[in-house]
Structures are given as structure tokens and as C-alpha cells.
């Protein structure tokens, strides 16, 4: 059985970082390309990064240079660290583990519960 939990949700204020864990069991992650999604009130939920099997991350262009996908095989994780937080970034972000194992991304029916990120002085 495949989960995903994702941890590492808070509140920031804007220009902080934070980092998002998503532990995965039951599925490798390396085997996979792993997605993180985030849905603000009222939006669709929308694709913010992704990486590969080989190791290639891709951004939705608002966080290109501030986010970056990364996986501990270790620790069977996918991490998303967020640098610069703005605002606009408020939403509850989910890990998604990918139908396949490259480009383009196409979202498996497993994800997580989700974690809120609220970007706020």
C-alpha cells in the first residue's frame, strides 16, 4: 500500500524559507518521477515542481530560482525547499508520486494529505 505524508507546513513571513517533506512507503521514490502540487482557496490544485528518475527538476515558472525538488534515497523522502516565500505562495501543498519515470509529469492516484503553507507578516 502506497503513502505519502508530508510534513514541514507552517506560517512564514515573507522572504523566509521553509522546507517540505514528503516520506514515502510502500513505493521507491528513485523509481519514479515525484510531483508537489499546491492548491490556494478558491484555485485549481497546479504542478509547482517536479523531478525525475534521472535526477532532473522542473519548475512552474513563479518558483523557478526560489524552489528546488530534491530526493534522499535513504530515507525513501522527497523535499521541496522554498526560499524567498511570498505571499502569493499560501496554499496546502501535496506530494504526488508520478505515473511514470520522466517528462513530461502525469499525476498518479497517490497522494498526500496535504501540509499548509501560509506566507503572512
Known amino acids: 500500500q502506497v503513502q505519502l505524508v508530508e510534513s514541514g507546513g507552517g506560517l512564514v513571513q515573507p522572504g523566509g524559507p521553509l522546507r517540505l517533506s514528503c516520506a514515502a512507503s510502500?513505493?521507491?521514490?528513485?523509481?519514479?518521477?515525484m510531483g508537489w502540487y499546491r492548491q490556494a482557496p478558491g484555485k485549481q490544485r497546479e504542478l509547482v515542481a517536479y523531478?525525475?528518475?534521472?535526477?532532473?527538476?522542473n519548475y512552474e515558472d513563479s518558483v523557478k530560482g526560489r524552489f528546488t525538488i530534491s530526493i534522499d534515497n535513504a530515507k525513501n523522502t522527497v523535499y521541496l525547499q522554498m526560499n524567498s516565500l511570498k505571499p502569493e505562495d499560501t496554499a496546502v501543498y501535496y506530494c504526488?508520486?508520478?505515473?511514470?519515470?520522466?517528462?513530461?509529469?502525469?499525476?498518479?492516484?497517490?497522494w498526500g494529505q496535504g501540509t499548509q503553507v501560509t506566507v503572512s507578516s
Open positions: 510502500g513505493t521507491i521514490v528513485s523509481f519514479y518521477a
Open positions: 523531478i525525475t528518475r534521472g535526477g532532473s527538476g
Open positions: 504526488n508520486r508520478g505515473t511514470y519515470s520522466g517528462s513530461p509529469y502525469t499525476p498518479s492516484d497517490y
